[in-house]
């Protein structure tokens, strides 16, 4: 099957290059070749292939390196992945009400489905009995129009409690014995929001290996974010655990909203209000500090940045595969030619110096040090989160209805906050700021 190239860019690239072209202002960040063009990509348009293939730890399935996550909703889009050799595909009950799920069943008719790693994710509560369990998985079974999942995974279960979670594993057990599903796994964010937070994504991804009976695990790991996702790797490895990743590049999305909300006010000739003023001001005054620095090294562009983070992630054997939204053809040329991608001293050199320009804008996921130094209780990794699907996987109704159901404090008690939890973080990210273009884009009204 041929690909063809479709001249167009999506959403996601879109508050990505124009916000990189704000910031990039006198460093040429904004240029598509950089400065000198000494990190720039050849971008020849070919056919691209998935180039390895990893074991899946203790399941013994080969999953290509570079897998499809969740939300890539349209059809020859999933076909030409499959085409290309991708065959790690993972989606949920409700991403888009189950249409998601549809979708898949519909595209995976015309491919040997054996060939195929299919995974699906259930959140499960308290309340919810076997029964019921089985009874949802089976509703996603024929959504997805397969007779068995390969995999079955708990998702978010939010505390350690949580992954033992009785009716799960046992409905898992049934469903296995009927040949229904064949391996069960792990997904995890972080831990819910309490009134003092307790479990990180390490405490519960290592529960769930210490536990034995989950065969694969998903989580949060790239090159800014990567303490507990090394101790998480270094276990699973032990215990021959399959690993897959999600937000490998923490620069995927724009984290530079700041400045184009203000650059609108000034274009509409509006007042800027203080707070909005005050944070513009901390992240020009940021910016030209890196400015020289930026000119030394030459920056790159979003190919090289892209190529970065994969072979950061890439590099570690312990990794079985990398999950991306994929939601053009765009998209694959973009990513799928990544497969079997390794660090190189470029790619470490743009990975040193994003964190060095750029680490202060990206609040690192599942980390949650600064939330016990908030005195309103503001879930700020929750929210942070909830911002990342609403910029970088372009799900803004979905991200604007998690915000809109939380309950208790919400960032908009920020704007006028003192940054109590900006001085907590030990990584010096600008979370005032982030927090609130996170309320910025969430306070939306939902229609």
Known sequence: MVIMKVKRIDRRDFLTKSSMGLIGIGTGLGNNRGIKGKYCL?????????????????????????????????????????????????????????????????????????????????????????????????????????????GLMLLDPGSTK???????????????????????????????????????????????????????????????????????????????????????????????????????????????????????DKIIEKQKKAESYLQENQLFDNNARRLAAMSFALNNPSVHSVLISFKSYDDINNYVKLSGSRLTSLSISIIDSLGETFGYLYCRHACRICESHCPFKVPINTIMRYNQYFMAQAREKYAIQKYYELSGAKSEICMNCKGFCESACPYGVSIHALLTVAHNNLSLNIT
């Not at 769930?208 to 065969?215: I, K, L, P, S």
């Not at 700041?258 to 509409?268: C, H, M, Q």
Request: proline share 3%; aromatic share 10%; glycine share 10%.
């Open 42 to 150: 050849d971008d020849k348009t070919e056919e691209p292939k998935i180039k390895e293939y990893r074991v899946f730890g203790r399941t013994g399935f080969k999953v290509s390196d570079i897998g499809c996550g969740p939300d890539s909703l349209n059809e020859g889009v999933l076909k030409a992945l499959l085409d290309s050799g991708v065959n790690f595909i993972d989606t949920a009950e409700f991403y888009e009400n189950g249409n998601n799920e549809l979708l898949i069943g519909r595209v995976i008719k015309g491919f040997d489905r054996s060939s195929i790693f299919l995974n699906t994710k259930i959140i499960v509560s308290e309340n919810d009995t076997k029964e019921n369990i089985i009874s949802r998985v089976r509703k996603c079974l024929e959504r997805l129009s397969t007779d068995y999942l390969d």
């Open 162 to 280: 949580g992954v033992k979670n009785k009716a799960f594993l046992q409905a898992f057990k049934q469903l296995k014995g009927e040949g229904k599903v064949k391996y069960c796994g792990i997904s995890c964010h972080g831990g819910d929001w309490g009134e003092e937070p307790k479990e990180t994504m390490e405490q519960i991804i290592g529960t769930a290996v210490e536990d034995g009976r989950f065969d694969f695990v998903l989580f949060v790991y790239n090159y800014l974010q990567k303490e507990m996702g090394e101790n998480i790797l270094k276990e699973c490895a032990k215990k021959n655990i399959g690993t897959a990743l999600m937000k490998t590049d923490p620069f995927g999305g724009s984290y530079l909203s700041v400045l184009e909300l203000v650059k609108n006010y000034s274009n509409e000739k509006k007042p800027i209000p203080e707070y909005y003023r005050k944070i513009y």
